[in-house]
């Protein structure tokens, strides 16, 4: 159970979230796939929080939890944008009737 | 002594002729068109009169040399504007303001009616005043820009009637071969300027034509600046300028289509003094052919060859204009060649003989065109009687013309004969032998088509003139010709006639009179002319005191006049007893009669192969596909590419959010691997 | 740099533009409109006139003149001054303009289509030429530069005719893609560690100009960076393919314009930055703008004989015009010995002299389109008896454009030929051949156009006006006087070529 | 710390099996619950790292709030049929994210990290569990804090601390950034959509 | 904290109390149609709080380093995390003023919302804030949050009409922007990871000790930066993150699109300067590579594909990916390789001046074409190019002024952006940068050809319609502003580009 272990994991995460946000068709399923990069982005700093030194560890001990308060804040963004998200969503749903990223190509090229 | 201001003035006058006309006559009094004849009468009148002053002064010996104007100032010569007053000038000076007196006042009657009468003065007096200024050019460039404007001229009155194709095409054509030689002329102004820097060395100006003499001399204190090939170049671009006016092989073909012109215009320029000019500016720069054996020989072939050549095309022409128009080529051939072989006096005695009895001959053409309306000579005969006074004329001048004792022509061209076959020494005998033996052809052949000539025209019944030509070529009656439409056959009225008459009197005693064979005659002394002109010569390389002249030959006189004699005879003897009028008797030559009559073929060489195959079709169709196509098409190519790259970046735009993400995704991996490799 | 302020050139500059900017808020009414424009027109020719009258053209007298100068973005970021001022080379080519500008009013009397708009953008445009020629700044210069591009754009694209708006679009591309290289020139100019100026008048000024020593970009690829702008503008083989649409489609005016003084910006811009600030390069180079200049010649020749269209014929005659430009400059590529103004006084006087002579010849060639609703040469013929001073004038025009002494053509091509033969003798005379191809197409026009046969339909036909026929006075009496009397132009120009000569020899000789 | 590893490994195959269903599985409601299992498992995580107020924070928010209003989004949006379709950019994405993948471990492995030095991973321990609670002198002493300096220092580095100190600003604007999100959203759900065009 | 904290922040608090308290008065206000000038109004407040700022501070120093009115000794808690400098000011001045023309602007636009009106012009001021508070942003978190407070506004607003189009451009702008910041944020992490700080500062001092030899010096800064420059990248829509920018601004309200590409793009460009001059400096020959070759990019993708586009947002949406290449030029330009062994990067303020500038200036440009993209389009209903044919004719002080802002943006003098577009090709020529010059140059010379198209259809083809197109005064005024600010900046650059390089002394390294 070493740090890297632990970055390892998050980037797995990360990459799986990759995936699903390209790769599916529902927006819903994007959006999901979106907080697993999310998540994983926590993973890492929270791990890189605990494992590594901070720059400024000797004068303010405080600086430990950077890592933690970094991802307070994530989370909170997170959920304003899947607020805003699923607004959108909704929005979309009434004008499109579908919830399918695949058919909202109405401008291109 | 005759003043700067007196000479300046002989070119001014016609020039301000011209103006007066170009400016206030033509667009203010056109109804009152007569005014501009005289204004040109007078003004040439006045520029005669100078002009004799001036030759009587520089026979005199005054110092004629002025102090000239800055024109223009290139690096390390000026070009200057000034006067060079030698014996050549002083003679050409009288030749062209006399013989376009004359002209003028012949042009009152030819010209009468024509509604551009204001515009033919006008263009006569410019034309007049560009040949003075040729003539007095004392500047390398200011020769070469009269003698572009007298170019000009021509062009302007070969296409007097522009409206009529023919005269617009000829005009044209005249400018644009004649300009094909002045490029040689241009070279060697180039050249000069070159070498401006040695010229500056020694305190010569490369433009100034008796610097341009002195430094061609091998023997000259200062030291030889030109020499060698340069000189033998520099030397062949002048001269080919010269080839180019003065209509010499390969670049005769645009004289007898400038026939298009007014006739007194022939007569003038294309006659007696434009024409002239080529001859003009080899003696001009004499004393720098000189030098070169090789140029030498070159001109004197080129004129020998042009006499016979042209010569031989004028056996075979209808048009009267066009037999006199060879004969003109020819007889230029005779001067060049002349030239060529070192016979500077002779030629120009011989060019101002000329310029009496072609001039003459010419209007003469122009007095029997008034009477039949036309130029073809299988429309006219029997002449003689309806217009005598203009037989007689064209009978003495025609003998000048050939030669025959003692007319003017005789004594003129036997001196080049004599000359060719003495040799001076300038060229190797084998040039002087080859010459000597096409001059003299030459005189056979010029007999027979005078005479040629005189016969159809004059002599035998009158066929039909001008309505019968129409009637049987069944066209439109050239717009320009509609003065002379009517066939009405009488003598031409007293202006033209009076002209003629003394251009008559010129043309039979001017040859003795200029040049007395044996003894002073009417205070003329012994030799004048070529004496004259010879020691002119010999102060321009430098030297003074009097210079040689040839001695009259009575065996060559003999020779030349056997030959004149033969070709008369043959051409009487074929001609005049013929039984069919309409026919002629040289058609059995067979191929060569149509070797001859095709004119060598040389204008369709020149026309249809060169000009409208080769460099229109095939170099400038080339050229034209290629910037059309190829570097137009390469624009248009980068232009369509541009467009549609950028279509084709946009079709990565699918609309699809997640295609963005994955162009962003890849984005980072890209530059990953990018700065990686880097 | 001492500032002063003269205020002639400033009033020169920008006088029509002021007058465009009252024509547009105040002026009412066609008649008013072309009165005012006009009377704008002469105000300006005047004041060019003085520019050039009052030169001091005295051989003590300084080179620049008239400085109009105030620090315009200070020593902050950029510094550029605004920076007028005239020497030799420009003040006949401020003259050209507002000669020109004055017959391009003149020429659209006739103007139907939103006189307003038109008058606007002939006058923008004129102030903007103006601006090339007097800026001693290269910003500024670069400034005048661009700005000339819109009013001709829009002069092409709305009141042209045929595909206006592919040639005018073509115009605009070549002339922003030239002058995308140029503005790396002087970008590279400016950031050049010890120069840090635009002030033209230092750069070319022996002392102060650039050296190799401390350059971001060798000299050479500046040379080629400014060469790339102007000979588009030039414009000079083979980037010359937007001229021909440009002028065939465009109005006469514009067409007038572009080929009497739009060109001639390219051709001023080589002699006073490719010459005069980069000395040695155009030494090293002049090889390869004779090669450019003899082929421009050439080329352009033999393909106007091909020409149909009157406006195209001379369009193409003018690039092969221009090439002489580049083939005087080559002037400069003397092995040895001393260089004189010669070649380059031949390529200012070729810029003011084919200024006035293809001026006038679309002049000529609008009356002809005007009054017979063709360019076609096939179409017409026997033009000459129905419209005399036309023809006159275009023969004239011709006459010149063939190089025949007595007309301004002449002294410039002598003097190219003179100067450039010195340096390439070969080349040259292949050069010299372009005249006789130039007699050729000339003549060769005049007679299909002008000359034969009367046509029926041309039956009605009216010759010039009073109000058409004043710019082709105008011009014919500008060519006779400067064929007839030379050194009132190249005494002016040589004045401003010699101290650029002089380090010219310098470089030559090192 | 073997109890600690076997909670990883399960924690980790939890999370990725997990995630991998979030992003595989058809049925879009049974991938909502997924990343709920997802969410608790990185909870777990951040309990083994010390974070146990951001375990906390992670279900509150995660579990509590973000799952709860993705499943109501589901069920509303009515697409749960069609369900998780894949779209047709498959195989870039699984390269792409294969390739990252092999990016982030190379970073994880091969980057010289400045670990923490064992003589600070006590106190550095005792300020991250301790997070928000506010902690005795005696248990500070106990675990070795002892001068008062020090005590004060690990004392005045709570999480709120930091929240209301050093990062007042990002969570003034965070707070805006939520009304902003919210206004937002509540905006972009009204019923009369304006008539105006782009 | 402290009084002098609170005056730090005092402009983002006005900016911010800006928002609200319209979205307050649309409430209780009976009259809708002033809520625009009221929201013009409370701009006011953080101008005013700026420019006392400005006055407040000098050249290179911060408002928390203890200078100011209201300093104090005691170190201010917002130390590390913000740094109120010139360099921000500037920003604000320059996001204030592109707020307020787009308030303006929106005036006739708005009209067309029956509710909600108070919400549209909340959520561009909330916008607005962020993006001041990323210029003034020196520490990853703010930075972060910063950062998605300017965009989720954004985001609503795209999706403001709730048509077809418009919730499009919200969604994929929102799910674009979402994947953007996850990819930074895990470039953030590795940044934090590997420097044991987020503080820029800190960050600085740390990363000069990376030695290894793989680019940046270490694989965590390697990709870690790389994913900070996609996040980034999403923001000033560059090549190859720019995918988003022409459908968004195909679909979104137009006044959204003017700010978008304006204020956010600046604001972008701010913090993309911050971070990367004051953070990374130490690896900036890596770096500087990286964002030319953006640059090159940009320009060059944004060009080509607008050149076929014949919706004239869409255009604009490729012209602004054009343009962020330009000023990417100017970034890249900021460094220069050093001299001597090492080749340490030397700092060339030329660079980022530049860049400043054409943000300015590019600002007014654009500002001036969309408002009257704005006008024009709310009259003739529609965005195709065609339909703009004849335009002079039915507006033609309009149609004047909008071709000016089209030249203008293509860079012909005298206006801002080509004095701007010099000054950035100075400075990447004097980075040894040529070839990106010319590169740009050449751009430059291609734009000509679809700006100028526009503004040959509005001026030399046949009007469909002879209905005039009216203007109502506030989008006048926008409009009078905005195009006297552009021709301003090409004509007396000097006093702006005095204030942009007093705004670098503050970011200097």
Same mark, same amino acid.
């Given at each position: 159970?070493s740090?890297?272990?632990?970055? +390892?994991?998050s ?5 799986i979230g990759l995936?699903?946000a ?7 399923a994007?959006l999901?796939?979106i907080?697993l990069m ?16 901070? =720059?400024?560890l000797?004068d303010? +001990? ?7 308060v970094?991802a307070v804040f +994530? +989370? ?5 944008e899947? =607020?805003?998200?699923l607004?959108i969503v909704f =929005?979309?749903?009434?004008t499109?009737?579908?919830?399918d990223?695949?058919e =909202?190509?109405?401008m291109?090229h | ?18 103006v007066l ?9 056109n109804r ?11 003004a040439?009148g006045t520029?005669?009169?100078f002009?004799?002053w001036?030759?009587?002064s520089?026979?005199?010996?005054h ?5 000239p !104007?800055?024109w ?11 006067l ?7 003679v050409m000076l ?7 007196l004359?002209?003028?006042?012949y ?5 009468q009616?024509?509604p ?6 006008a263009y ?5 005043a560009s040949?003075?200024?040729?003539v ?12 572009e404007l007298v ?8 296409g ?5 194709p023919?005269?617009?095409?000829a005009a044209?054509?005249a400018?644009?071969?004649t300009r ?7 070279i ?27 430094a061609a001399?091998?023997?000259a204190a ?6 060698g ?5 520099l030397?062949?671009g002048?001269f ?15 004289l007898?289509?400038a026939?298009?012109?007014p006739?007194?215009v022939?007569a003038?320029i ?5 024409v002239a000019?080529g001859?003009f500016?080899?003696?001009r720069f004499f ?7 090789d140029?030498m020989?070159?001109v004197?072939l080129v004129?020998a060859?042009?006499?016979?050549f ?5 056996l075979v022409?209808?048009d ?5 128009a060879?004969?003109?080529v020819s007889?230029?051939?005779y001067?060049?060649a ?10 120009i005695?011989?060019l101002v003989?000329h ?16 009477a039949?309306?036309t ?6 005969g029997?002449?003689?009687r309806?217009?005598?006074i203009t037989?007689?004329?064209?009978v003495v ?15 003129s061209?036997?001196?080049i004969l004599?000359?060719a076959w ?8 084998w ?9 003299l ?10 005479v040629?000539m005189?016969?159809?025209?004059f002599?035998?019944d ?11 070529k ?5 717009a320009?010709a509609?003065?002379?439409?009517g066939?009405h056959?009488h003598?031409?009225p007293?202006?033209m006639v009076?002209p003629?008459a003394?251009?008559?009197?010129a043309a039979?005693?001017?040859g003795?009179l ?5 003894d002073?005659q009417?205070g003329?002394?012994?030799?004048w002319?070529t004496g004259?002109l010879?020691d002119g010569l010999?102060?321009a ?7 040689e002249?040839l001695?009259?030959?009575?065996g060559?006189?003999?020779v030349s006049?056997v030959?004149a ?7 009487i003897g ?5 039984r ?17 009559s095709?004119k060598?073929?040389?204008?369709t060489l020149?026309?249809d192969?060169a ?6 079709? !095939?170099?400038?169709?080339?050229l034209?596909?290629?910037?059309r196509?190829?570097?137009d098409?390469?624009v248009?190519?980068i232009g369509w590419f ?7 970046i946009?079709?990565?735009q699918?609309g699809? !959010? ?10 980072v991996l890209?530059i990953?691997?990018?700065l990686?490799?880097a | ?8 050139l400033t ?12 024509l547009?808020?105040?002026v009412?009414?066609?008649r008013?409109?072309r009165?005012?424009?006009?009377l ?14 009052f030169?001091?053209r ?12 105030f620090?315009?973005?200070? %020593? ?5 001054n605004f920076l007028?001022a005239?020497d030799?080379?420009?003040a006949?080519l401020v003259a050209?303009?507002?000669l020109?500008g ?9 103007v139907k ?6 008058f606007?953008w ?9 601006g090339?020629?007097t800026?001693?700044d290269l910003?500024?210069f670069?400034?005048f530069?661009?700005l ?5 754009f829009?002069?092409?694209?709305v009141?042209?005719s ?7 679009m073509r ?19 400016f950031v050049t560690?010890d120069?840090?100026t635009?002030?033209m008048i230092?750069?070319s000024t022996?002392?102060?100009?650039l ?8 000299l050479?690829g500046?040379?080629w960076l400014?060469f790339?702008?102007?000979a588009?503008?030039l414009?000079t ?10 002028h065939?489609?465009a109005?006469t005016?514009?067409s ?5 003084v ?5 051709g001023?811009?080589l002699?006073?930055i490719?010459v005069?600030m980069f000395?040695?390069?155009? %030494? ?22 091909r020409?149909? %269209?009157?406006k ?8 092969s015009?221009?090439?002489l430009?580049l083939?005087?400059i080559a002037?400069?590529g003397?092995?040895?010995g001393?260089?004189?103004v010669?070649g ?13 002579v ?10 002809v ?5 063709t360019?076609y040469?096939?179409?017409l013929?026997g033009?000459?008896?129905?419209m005399?001073?036309v023809a006159?004038?275009m023969?004239?025009?011709g006459?010149a454009s &063939?190089?025949?002494?007595g007309?301004s053509g002449?002294v410039? #091509? ?7 033969y010195?340096?390439?003798d ?5 050069a010299?051949?372009?005249?006789? &191809?130039a007699?050729?197409y000339?003549?060769w026009?005049? #007679?299909?156009?002008?000359f034969?046969?009367?046509r %029926?339909?041309?039956a009605n036909?009216?010759?010039a ?5 004043a710019?082709?006075?105008l011009m014919v009496?500008?060519?006779?006087g ?7 132009l ?8 010699n101290?650029?000569v002089?380090v010219?020899?310098g470089?030559?000789?090192? | 710390?073997?109890f600690?590893?076997?909670v990883?490994?399960i924690?980790?195959v939890?999370a990725i099996?997990?995630?991998l269903?979030v ?11 997924l ?20 375990a906390v ?5 995660y ?10 989004a589901v069920?509303?949006?009515?697409d749960?049929?069609h369900?998780?379709?894949p ?7 699984v ?19 400045d670990?923490l ?8 321990e005792l300020?991250q569990t301790?997070a928000v ?7 500070l ?8 300096e020090e005590?004060a ?15 007042v600003l990002?969570?003034?604007?965070v707070s805006?950034?939520?009304l ?8 972009l ?6 008539t105006g065009?782009g | 904290m402290?009084v ?7 402009p983002?608090?006005?900016? /911010? ?5 319209v ?5 209780v206000l ?8 009221f929201?013009?109004?409370?701009l ?7 420019l ?8 290179s120093t911060?408002?928390l380093?203890g200078s ?5 000794d005691?170190p ?5 995390a ?5 360099f921000?000011?500037?920003?604000n001045?320059?996001?204030?003023g592109a ?8 005036t006739?636009y708005?009209k ?9 012009f ?5 916008s607005a804030?962020g ?5 003034a ?6 930075i972060y949050i910063s950062l ?7 985001a *609503?607003l ?6 077809r189009?418009s919730t ?12 953007s ?6 470039g ?5 990871g590997f420097?044991g700080?987020?503080?820029l500062?800190?960050i ?7 030695t ?7 694989y965590?800064?390697?990709i ?6 996609a996040?980034?990248?999403f923001?000033l ?5 720019q ?6 601004y195909?679909?979104?309200p137009?006044?959204?699109v003017?700010?978008?590409s304006?204020?956010?793009k600046?604001a972008?460009?701010a ?8 953070g990374f400096f ?5 770096w500087?590579i990286l ?12 060009n080509?594909?607008?050149i076929?586009?014949s919706n004239?947002?869409?255009l604009?949406g ?13 970034v *890249?330009a900021?460094v ?8 340490a990067?030397e700092f ?6 530049s ?5 300015a200036a590019?600002?007014?440009?654009n500002?001036?074409?969309?408002? /009257? ?11 195709q ?6 335009l002079?004719?039915r507006?033609?002080v309009?149609?004047?002024i ?7 943006l293509v860079?012909v003098?005298?206006t801002?952006?080509f004095i701007a577009?010099?000054?950035i090709f ?8 040529t070839?990106? /010059? ?8 291609v ?13 030399t ?13 506030a989008?006048w005024?926008?409009l009078?502003?905005?195009g *006297?600010?552009m021709?301003?900046?090409g004509?007396?650059?000097g ?8 705004a670098?002394r503050?970011l *200097?390294?």
């Open positions: 159970m740090f890297e272990a632990f970055l +390892i994991v980037a797995v995460l990360f990459c995936y699903g390209l790769a599916r068709r529902n927006v819903l994007v999901m796939s907080e999310f998540n994983a982005v926590n993973v890492s700093l929270v791990a890189m929080s605990k494992y590594l030194t901070p =720059a400024a000797q303010d +001990i405080s600086t430990v939890l950077t890592g933690q970094f +994530i +989370i909170t963004v997170a959920a304003a899947i =607020a805003l998200g607004g =929005a979309m749903y009434r499109n009737e579908s919830v990223l695949t =909202a190509t109405l291109r | 002594m005759v003043s700067q201001a007196v000479i300046w003035s002989i070119f001014l006058l016609p020039l301000a002729s011209f006309i170009a400016l206030v006559v033509r667009p203010l009094l009152y068109s007569m005014i501009s004849g005289f204004i040109t009468i007078g040439l520029a005669l009169g002009s004799i001036t030759l009587r520089v026979a005199l010996h110092d004629l040399t002025f102090e !104007v800055k223009l100032s290139v690096g390390n010569a000026t070009i200057d504007m000034g060079l007053v030698d014996p050549l000038t002083a009288v030749v062209v303001t006399g013989v376009s004359l002209v003028q006042i042009s009152l009657g030819y010209m009616g024509d551009s009468f204001s515009r033919y003065y006569m007096s410019l034309f007049t040949m003075l200024g040729l007095l050019a004392s500047n390398i460039v200011q020769l070469y820009v009269f003698w170019g000009v001229s021509s062009y302007l009155l070969i007097f009637w522009h409206e009529r023919a005269a617009a095409a044209k054509k400018f644009i071969i094909i030689g002045d490029v040689g002329f241009l060697a102004i180039l050249y000069l300027f070159g070498r401006a820097d040695d010229f500056a060395a020694i305190g010569l100006n490369a433009f100034h034509i008796p610097d341009i003499w002195q001399q091998p023997q200062l030291g030889a600046v030109l020499g090939a340069a000189l033998t170049w030397a062949l002048i080919a300028g010269a080839m180019g006016k003065s209509g010499q092989f390969p670049l005769h073909a645009w007898p289509d026939m298009e012109g006739t007194p022939s003038l294309h006659a007696a003094t434009m000019a001859v500016l080899v003696a004393p720098v052919f000189e030098h070169s054996a140029a020989t070159v004197a004129g060859f042009t006499a016979i042209a010569a031989s095309m004028g022409m209808n009267i204009k066009r037999v006199m060879y004969s003109t007889q230029l051939g001067m060049i002349a030239l060529g072989l070192g016979l500077y006096a002779p030629a005695f011989h003989t310029a009496a009895f072609k001039a003459l001959l010419f209007l003469g053409a122009g007095s029997v065109n008034h039949t309306g130029f073809d000579m299988r429309y006219m029997g002449l003689r309806h217009m005598p037989y007689i004329l064209v001048a025609g003998l000048a013309l050939v030669g025959i004792v003692p007319l003017a022509g005789f004594w061209k036997d001196e004599l000359g003495n040799g001076t020494g300038l060229v190797d005998t040039v002087n032998r080859v010459t000597f033996s096409a001059l052809a030459g005189v056979i052949v010029t007999a027979f088509y005078t040629r005189i016969i159809l025209t002599h035998g009158f066929r039909g003139g001008i309505e019968k030509e129409l009637e049987e069944a066209q439109a009656a050239p320009g509609a003065g002379h439409g066939v056959l003598e031409s007293f202006v009076l003629m003394l251009l008559g009197i039979v005693t001017l003795y200029a040049n007395p064979q044996w002073e009417l003329i002394p012994k030799h002319i004259f010879a010999g102060a390389r430098g030297l003074g005191g009097h210079s002249t001695d009259f030959s009575f060559m006189a003999v006049t030959a004699l033969s070709g008369i005879g043959l051409a074929i001609y005049l007893k013929r069919d009028q309409r026919a002629e008797p040289l058609e059995k030559l067979g191929s060569v009669y149509t070797l001859l095709n060598y073929y040389i204008d020149y026309e192969v000009v409208r195959k080769w460099f229109f079709r !095939v170099i400038a169709g080339t034209d596909w290629i910037d196509n190829l570097v098409g390469t248009d190519l541009f467009r549609n790259i950028g279509t084709a946009g079709r990565f699918t699809q !959010v997640q295609a963005y993400a994955t162009g962003i995704a890849f984005g890209a990953i691997l990018a990686l490799l | 740099m001492v500032d002063g302020y003269n205020g002639l009033a020169t500059v920008f006088l029509p533009a002021v007058g465009a900017l009252v547009l808020l105040l009412k009414g066609d008013n409109i009165g005012f424009a006009v704008i027109g002469v105000v300006d020719l005047v004041l060019s006139l003085l520019v050039f009258g030169f001091d005295s051989a003590d007298a300084a080179r620049f003149q008239f400085i109009d100068q620090t315009w973005i200070p %020593d902050v970021g950029l510094n550029a007028l005239v030799g080379l420009s006949p050209l303009t507002g020109l004055m017959c391009a009013l003149l020429a659209s009397w006739h289509l939103r006189v307003k708009e038109y606007v002939l006058l923008l445009l004129q102030t903007a030429v103006m090339v020629f800026s001693m910003l500024l670069f400034l530069w661009e000339e591009l819109v009013p001709m829009m002069l092409i694209s009141w042209g045929g595909r206006k708006e592919y040639s005018a115009f605009l591309i070549f002339t922003i893609l030239g002058s995308a290289f140029m503005l790396v020139g002087i970008v590279a100019v560690a120069v840090g635009f002030n230092e750069l022996e002392a102060t100009m050296t190799s020593a401390g350059l971001l970009i060798p050479s500046l040379f400014f790339a702008g102007f588009i503008k414009p083989w083979p980037v010359h393919t937007w001229l021909p649409d440009a065939t489609d109005p005016a514009a007038v314009m572009l080929a009497g739009l060109l001639k910006m390219g001023y811009g002699l006073r490719n005069g000395p040695s390069q155009t %030494d090293r180079f002049a090889w390869a703008l004779m090669a450019l200049g003899v082929i421009s010649v050439l080329y352009g020749a033999v393909i106007t004989m020409q149909t %269209d009157l195209r014929l001379i369009a193409y005659s003018s690039i015009h221009m090439g430009v083939v005087g002037s400069v003397i092995s040895d001393v260089l004189t010669t380059l006084s031949g390529a200012a006087m070729q810029l003011f002299t084919h200024g006035t293809t001026g006038l010849l679309f002049l000529c060639v609008g009356l389109y005007e009054k017979t609703h360019r040469i096939p179409d013929g033009l000459a008896g129905r005399p001073v006159v004038a023969l004239i025009a006459l &063939l190089g025949l002494p007309l002449f410039s #091509e002598l003097l190219v030929f003179l100067g450039a010195t340096a390439y070969w080349p040259t005379v292949l010299v051949l372009g005249i006789v &191809l007699a050729g000339i003549l026009m005049m #007679e299909r156009t002008f034969g046969e009367r %029926d339909r041309f036909l009216t010759d006006s009073l109000v058409e026929a710019p082709l006075v009496v500008t060519i006779v400067i064929g007839v009397w030379p050194s009132l190249t005494d002016v120009f040589e004045s401003g070529l101290p650029m002089d010219l020899n470089v030559i000789n090192k | 710390m073997l600690q590893d076997v990883f490994w924690l980790t939890m099996g997990a995630a269903g992003v595989l599985v058809k049925d879009l409601f049974r991938a909502a619950l990343l709920v299992v997802v969410f608790m498992a990185v909870s777990g995580f951040f309990v083994l790292l010390n974070a146990e107020f951001l924070v992670q279900v509150l928010i579990v509590g709030a973000i799952a709860i209003l993705l499943i109501f069920m509303l949006t009515k749960v049929q369900g998780n379709q779209n047709r950019l498959q195989i870039p994405s390269v792409f994210a294969s390739l990252l993948l092999v990016s982030l471990i190379t970073v994880a492995v091969d980057t010289k990290w670990f030095p064992a003589e600070q991973q006590e106190r550095v300020v301790n609670t506010t902690l005795t002198g005696e248990a002493t106990e675990s070795g804090v002892i001068s008062p005590q220092e690990v004392q005045g580095a709570g999480l709120a601390d930091l929240l209301i100190g050093d990062y990002p969570f003034e604007a805006l950034l939520l902003a999100a919210l206004i937002g959203a509540l905006v759900v009204r019923p009369n959509p304006g065009r | 402290s002098h904290d609170f005056y730090v922040i005092s983002y608090l006005a900016m /911010a109390g800006a928002g609200l308290l979205i307050l008065l649309d409430l009976p009259k809708k149609s002033l809520l625009p000038y929201a013009f109004a409370a006011a407040g953080p101008f005013v709080l700026s006392i700022q400005f006055y407040d501070i000098s050249e911060n408002l380093q100011g009115v209201f300093s104090t005691e201010s808690v917002l130390l590390g913000l740094s109120v400098d010139r921000a000011l500037f920003f001045f320059l996001i204030i707020t307020a023309l787009v308030v303006l602007s929106s006739d708005v067309n919302l029956e509710r909600f009106q108070g919400e549209y909340g959520l561009i001021l909330f804030t993006m001041m508070l990323l210029a942003a020196t520490e990853l978190i703010t998605e407070l300017t965009t989720l506004p954004l *609503a795209a999706a403001f009409l709730l048509n189009q499009e451009a919200g969604m994929k702008f929102l799910i674009i922007g979402a994947i910041s996850a990819l930074m944020l895990y953030m992490a590795l940044v934090f420097t700080s987020t503080q500062a800190e600085s001092t740390s990363i000069g000790q990376a290894g030899d793989m680019p940046f010096g270490s965590a800064l390697f870690g930066i790389i994913l900070m420059v996040g980034f990248g923001k829509s560059a090549a190859p993150f995918m988003w920018v022409p459908d968004v195909e679909g979104a137009t006044p959204v003017a700010f978008l304006v204020a956010s600046a972008a460009f913090v993309l300067l911050r971070v990367f001059f004051t130490d690896v900036a020959l890596d500087g964002i030319a070759g953006l640059a090159a990019a940009s320009m060059v993708i944004g080509l594909v607008a076929s586009q004239i947002r869409r604009f490729y012209s602004t990916i054009a343009h962020a290449g330009y000023i990417l030029v100017g *890249a900021g220069k390789s050093g001299e001597g062994i090492f080749r990067p060339a303020a030329i660079g980022p001046d860049v400043l500038f054409y943000l590019y600002a007014a440009s500002l001036t074409a969309f408002i /009257a993209i704005t006008a024009i389009s709310t009259k003739i209903n529609s965005d190019i065609s339909d703009y044919a004849g002079v004719t507006a033609p309009l149609s004047i909008f071709a000016l802002s089209l030249l203008a860079g003098p005298p801002g952006i577009k010099l000054y100075t400075a990447a020529v004097d980075s040894g940068l070839w990106l /010059a010319l590169l740009g140059v050449i751009n430059s010379a734009s000509a050809y679809y700006y100028i198209r526009i503004i040959r259809i509005m001026f083809q046949p009007a469909v319609s002879e209905e005039k197109i009216t203007v109502s005064p989008p005024l926008a009078g502003l905005a *006297a600010a021709v301003f900046l004509i007396a650059p006093f702006v580009m005095e204030a942009a390089q007093s670098v503050a *200097a390294v």
